[in-house]
């Protein structure tokens, strides 16, 4: 957003007389910051997000509608900002058919050899052939060329014939810098005996990565593979941040002044469900809903919702929501495509019962269940859990236990990687998800 700093720069009307006093202007950082938080709300930054052109346009399009609306409302209201409305609205035009020329050129870019890596796979089984499916794709693969798939005994013939690449073991170093590759995933189904280890070990401090399959998977597809997973790998792994006592500290804070301010701000729009609520079911009938949910360390609490259910939903015992449920209730389908039904839950996160990001806390019945089936299912509980989270932003909505078990993937990728940018990345990007409706039942 380096062109809406500078255009903001050049249209403000400041009189300051250095570069820097001008770079610092809260007129010129505001406008930045509101253009930025539109464009990520809009998923315009996710590593992952997809669209053809024209529906990339087209949230470009949206996300400068909304920074718009932002810009007339924070410049109207805060009286020390000061830019004219005529260059805010200069400054988002150009803004806007710069940004689209940027993002087509590096599109063009991106599909070029020029800035992918080059990756040799080292086996051709059943572990290889996870890679071939989930990154099978060429938008899955937008950050490397995969070269092929060498097979590391006889048995391995999962990978079909025209990807494999026959390489003599004795010189993999050799033929990984006459190819240029940049990196090496080790896929190997038997590892014990197979692998070249002093050939991989010239390759890597001849500057060419070694990467294990679980890892790169991870890398690639941001979460982390269950069929892949052994105790080893996570015993090795950096990450696994959830008992410091600092970060715990600050992710308390931020969640109590966040959880405050936004009960104050989402007052009207709490009143106004409370209302519409009562007009449908009735003054009688109850307005929120409490369930027991599972929480940090696998302790139960109480969560607090709208009801957008009948109020019999549940009289044949605990089940899953399914798409085009019956027992929603009219006004109950619109708060939940919305997320307006979890708005209670932000007394949950006052209290301490839950976080603003984090895995989304499950019934016991459920977790019960999940915790026989699913290998690694309790490990969820490690952190507290959210309102939002990585798989509610990668994945939709899951009503089954093959929908658990992905989402769990994401869930155990963000307690491995938790930090305040990734927390920060979810919580703006969750706007798309609410704003589109995304994964509601």
Known sequence: MLSCLFLGINFSGTNYTGFFDHLLCADCITFVLVVTLSMAGMGLYHARQRGEPHEQLARIFISFALASVAQAVFFYFIPFLE?????????????????????????????????????????????????????????????????????????????????????????????????????????????????????????????????????????????????????????YSRGYKTNDAVIRAFKRLFDVCISIAMLVATLPLTLITTLLIMLESGPRAPIFYSQTRVGLNGEPFQIFKFRSMRVDAESNGAVWARKNDDRVTVVGAFIRKYRIDELPQLLNVLLGDMSFVGPRPERPEFVEKLTEEIPYYGDRHMVKPGLTGWAQICYSYGGSTEDAQEKLQYDLYYIKNFSFLLDTMILIETMEVVLFGKGAR
């Open 83 to 235: 830019i004219a409305p005529k260059a805010i609205i200069i400054s988002l035009v150009l803004s806007f058919f710069i940004v689209c020329l940027i993002r087509y050129c590096f599109s063009k870019l991106a599909k070029t050899a020029f800035i992918r890596r080059r990756v040799l796979v080292l086996g051709a089984g059943e572990k290889a052939q996870i890679i071939e499916q989930r990154l099978r794709r060429a938008n899955d693969r937008r950050g490397f060329n995969l070269l092929g798939f060498v097979p590391m005994s006889q048995i391995e013939t999962a990978i079909p014939e025209d990807k494999r690449r026959n390489v003599n073991m004795d010189r993999l170093c050799e033929y990984a810098q006459r190819n240029h590759i940049d990196e090496i995933v080790i896929a190997a189904d038997q590892r014990r005996g197979a692998l070249p280890m002093d050939e991989l070990y010239r390759c890597r401090v001849g500057g060419t990565y070694v990467t294990d399959v679980t890892t790169f998977i991870e890398k690639e597809c941001g979460k982390i593979p269950l069929n892949l997973l052994n105790p080893s790998w996570i015993i």
